[in-house]
């Protein structure tokens, strides 16, 4: 059974910084891509930024250039780490085996103006 256990979301101020963890398993992590979306409230979840097998990554434009995603094959897990955060980026964070139906439970990230 695969799952995915995402963590590190928080209260933080504009300006600030954040990292969250994804923790994956049941699954070969190593032959999987994988991916972070985002739901703010009332709006629809929204693609963040992905990683593939190779390491390549693609982000949203809203997000490119702040944010980095990376793996770490020996730990099984997913990272995105979040850099001069804006009120625009407060919503849900979801970790997701890309291309598939697969989805954590979600970490809270609020940013304040």
């Known amino acids: 059974q695969v799952q995915l256990v995402e963590s590190g979301g928080g209260l933080v101020q504009a300006g600030d910084s954040l990292t969250l963890s994804c923790a994956a398993s049941g699954l070969l992590f190593n032959i999987n891509a994988f991916a972070w979306y985002r739901q703010a409230p009332g709006r629809q979840r929204e693609f963040v930024a992905s990683v593939r097998v190779n390491r390549d990554t693609d982000y949203a434009v809203a997000v490119k250039g702040r944010f980095t995603i990376s793996r770490d094959n020996d730990k099984n897990s997913v990272y995105l780490q979040m850099t001069n955060l804006k009120p625009e980026d407060t919503g849900v964070y979801y970790c997701?085996?890309?291309?598939?139906?697969?989805w954590g439970t979600g970490t809270q990230v609020t940013v304040s103006s």
């Open positions: 997701n085996v890309y291309w598939h139906n697969y």
